[in-house]
């Protein structure tokens, strides 16, 4: 018997639970995925709550306004259940995962068997699918079931050695007796062994491989027809790990222990699970017509997705437990929607903080294969580097911190309808139009209109070259608790309880982000001994690289001033490279050559990469000759 | 709730049984391990039981006389309850295991660490234990943990790749930081690659491995020291399936659905987990100390062992689902006592009725690398005779039938405390003397007794050349439902409830059984071409072989006529060949070479198998030229 009961409002989801238990946790548990980004540290503002009836105990000091207080409310994350209470969640608090917002928006070509064709690969599933006669055993061939199967699948061009779990053995005998010897087997090539992984005896039917991108923030899944290589469906849902840190380090903590590594492990495999539902009931099929997976993701999220401890991670020299995974079967990590020996492949991570999504990306990105000295750069909630050609790759880290999505900005937030995404300013009259996503009033500032923003207001001059707020600049600029900060919306204009503000606080947290990200690309540049000049593609990937304005982005310096006509955004690199390897044995043996080929530059101990980053802490550049084309 | 309470005496164990059940199966329940050669079809006669208390409903009726019937014995497979009852089980009718006549002897040398050295071989053992140290991670080799441990085993000789299960990755963090990388690992190769199934930092303590013969009557278990090779202890147990029949094909069809499939599963596994306690008290050790295990058997056991159904190995054309097994985890096969990620390698068969007891067999006798002609036979629940030496290798099953182990033979039994072993007749009074294992009065005669017996009544024309008693010859024969029969022991002079007697049908099993060992040697012969006295050694292994008087075989026809100096009797063989590949890996490949080698003969559609058949069942056989030493 639990002791209380928590009603959430406007849901009406009623809960319960026991004395003393956290509300971020009881929220969790009634279905709520909760703003968070501290992992429940009661620092970053975002799981605020409202209580309408009842009381809690607060385990700490709530980092909240007396406006908010006086509108009673509270932060989830510091409050204990002590009475039956009554709670009302804000908008802005819960992650609401607005569909549309992530609805597919495939770039030309991006379908996995079309972008083969462009690689000039044909459709080769990582898990073969054969539909085969074993001939009966006769007195004289009267060699085992399994030594006439084997028989047969290397006649259809299959190569020995075959090995097959005892579960399939168990169900061979039957199976081969059941329709005159008619067979569907699924076969894997690992190493020099060709695994049995599935045997039956249904009819023909679509099979599907599912691509998976777990992402730090958000999870995307692909389901892909493994015959055609057609994108069958398309779905994504914020990793349900979210209230438990917003980024890797706070994840990396909540998993110290086996409680919080297992709620963690299971969070994600529920998160899949949800998109998993999704994606096959988009295409009408069945659970076990999903017969294979690749998995993409940072090696934090790869470890927590297997229920492996990440703790090694963030502490010096930062090493995870593996790069390069077993192959692993839809059994051993808990997927209960595949069927069991439904064979999972993990994309090879490199290091701690360049993990088998950027492998991934660089595989979708053909830089592996291209002459062309390419710079990619994955925007997510870490910011990975990486710098090469089909000769040599490097790759670096850059501790950025998830400023652009939200995460240290008082107003920050995703990329969610409600938020600023671009701004522009008229040229004329100097006034600044902010486009919110979905349209009406606006809510909190998303990444690329961040970058905007920064851009803007250090061409008008109201930012200084360090990213300080000139007060005698604009009026709209005011001090509080002794820190300048501009109103950009009144409260009274959008309705919310707070003003929306940029802040010399947030200011100096885009420019952190910004000079980590450029002192990443010249230390990797220098690392090699070449000039930015020489780049000759780069290539950006991650979620809001869709709405960044590469103009800005050049223009605060993150990115380097280059030819506009060298860039190029690649989507979701993750998730389109997992696809490639799902559906092509080359493809998924050059996403092994690229993680072994890369050569990672550990930049807390990189020698230089400190003077690099100071010096890109200045807009755009304490050396202005690296930026020729802004003014 | 149960309906009925079964109470049994003398041991005072009472289960509780519904309406409608076997005796045989609530007897099976309550932990005993009855007598039954037909699987409960009521016709074998050995699981007799006496109602002591409360009626029982018969589903046939019993083949019991009427004496029999008088003291209120009845047989259990038939007996269904419906209502309270006692019941006595007669000594004769349970298994009782008498440990002191399974007590291992060992032959000279038998120890796989001595037979390993006569066989040139040092211990190397499939599984390999090694303590190591994992240096730490360091800025300069920040490699991942998996990585720094495969460049330690490397430099430790073992050879990349190396795999490992996500149940290993999972506790190698935490290990490798707990002992300052010290770790005692466990590694396998299989194929190119090498598996890690452990690691721990556990102190240094023994190591043992198991090795098994799972016989259709027998479970031989034992635990072999890993680093010494040598046998630690040795216990073996009935098989616990043997009430759900007494030979192979009763056990098949008792396998035929599922419920009977997974009894027969559970029944061995208890069995095994029953000796494996044993084992591990007897050396005073933990049984995660039991790290690895090669199990040999025929083919339906080793298909019973794994739960396979063995079905398609009694349907024409008589096929097993697998020969080859691949390599298991404990955990594959719910053996609860190991550590579940303990490798078990199964020996491979080579058709449904020569299986990987066979093939350990003929490894422990070392034919594979001789230049002697040998025969190999295997005289256990069935007969399996192989031919060849180090260039070719021919096999066959006799579908000889279990006489020799009793069945089939109205006072036929085991080799069990109260059974004549050994018949020796004395050349001036003509008189035999019986020979009673524990001494005592007798309760029935096991296989060398009636190989004996049989030898000594046609050497004094008791019993003429076609197997058939001669009334005239002597007063002790009589006719029983128009069947001869000859009185050996009174029931007066024993106390049993029957008389101890050999008939005529007895005596024409005993002679098909004979007749189909030695019918299958000449078949192997004539296919090769060779004569019998081209044979230069032969091998008698199997249960019975111990106590068998070579003299007395070929008195019968039942072996070739060689020189005596030629047979030797090998133990276990396939116990002994199960170390022997635990310990070597060389063995376990020469293991794979052996099965390869062996050309399988199909005796039931061989030409000419049934002339051999026929011309053999005669004492010593129609054609006497074939014994010139048989007067």
Redesign the interface.
Known sequence: MSDFKVKFLPAEVSIEADEGVSLLEVARRAGYVMQSECGGQGTCRRCKVKLVSGDVFLTGEPNISSAEREQNLTLACLARIVEDIIIEVPDESELTFAKDEFKPQWLPGEHPGDELHTFALKVDPLLQCLSITVPK???QN??????RLCSTLEREGCKR?F????SI??G???AL?EDNGFLNVQTVRI???TEICSLDTTEERPLYGLALDIGTTTVFGRLIDLSSGEVAAESSEYNRQIPCGGDIIHRIIYAGNEKGLNELNQLVLDTIGSIFGNLISEVDATEDQVVASVVAGNATMEHLF????P??IRE?????????F?L?QAG??NMPQMPHSAPMFLSPAV?SYVGGDITAGLLAAGIHKSDQLTLYIDLGTNGEVVLGNREWLTACACSAGPAFEGSGVRCGMRALPGSIDAVVRDLDSGGLTYNVIGGGTPRGICGSGLIDLLAELHATEIVDARGKLQQEKDGRIRKANRKAEMVLFDKVQTGGAEDIVITDVDLDNLVRTKGAIFAGIMTLLKGVGLQASEIERVVIAGGFGRTLNIENAIRIGMLPDLPRDRFEYIGNGSLRGAGLALLSRKMWGELHQIAKMIT?F?LS?WPGYMDEYMAALFLPHTDAALFPSVL
């Not at 009267?142 to 030594?147: C, L, R």
């Not at 297997?306 to 401890?309: Q, W």
């Not at 010096?316 to 390069?324: H, Q």
């Open positions: 055993a006769t007195l009267n060699s085992s079931d399994f030594d050695p090995k097959a779990d005892i053995l168990k061979l005998s039957s007796r190493g020099n062994t297997l229920g492996m401890n703790k090694s010096d020299p930062y090493v995870p437990t593996v790069t390069e077993p692993l051993d990590v290091a990672y550990e101990t």
